[in-house]
């Protein structure tokens, strides 16, 4: 079992930052691949970053490559996302997930994830 608590999350203007981070406990986190997932009323979650165990390789979406970054510290058990340029349509509850994995790759379907956080509200006002 790994349990994953999310923080970071507020309300910000239009071209803020914020940092999200999960903290991870239970079952050795650096063998986890780590994704990030939101998730806005009346849309399918969706994930916008992943990272694999090591680091060493990262997907972002389409929709915020070059604003928000992945990256983990394994001494700390903890994922981040980094998040700049905030727009309105980033407005969602955001979740961090944790994958098993043989490889030292990355996922970016919901199937793929097996425990999820409890989410953090992210609002970015126009």
């Known amino acids: 079992q790994v349990q994953l608590v999310e923080s970071g999350g507020g309300l910000v203007q239009a071209g803020g930052s914020l940092r999200l981070s999960c903290a991870a406990s239970g079952r050795t986190f650096s063998r986890y691949a780590m994704g990030w997932f939101r998730q806005a009323p009346g849309k399918e979650r969706e994930c916008v970053a992943a990272i694999s165990w090591s680091g060493g390789s990262t997907y972002a979406a389409d929709s915020v490559k070059g604003r928000f970054t992945v990256s983990r510290d394994n001494a700390k058990n903890t994922v981040y996302l980094q998040m700049n340029g905030l727009k309105p349509e980033d407005t969602a509850v955001y979740f961090c997930?944790?994958?098993?994995?043989?490889?030292?790759?990355?996922?970016?379907?919901?199937?793929?994830?097996?425990?999820w956080g409890q989410g953090t509200q992210v609002t970015v006002s126009s």
């Open positions: 997930a944790a994958a098993g994995t043989w490889g030292n790759i990355y996922y970016y379907k919901v199937d793929d994830y097996t425990y």
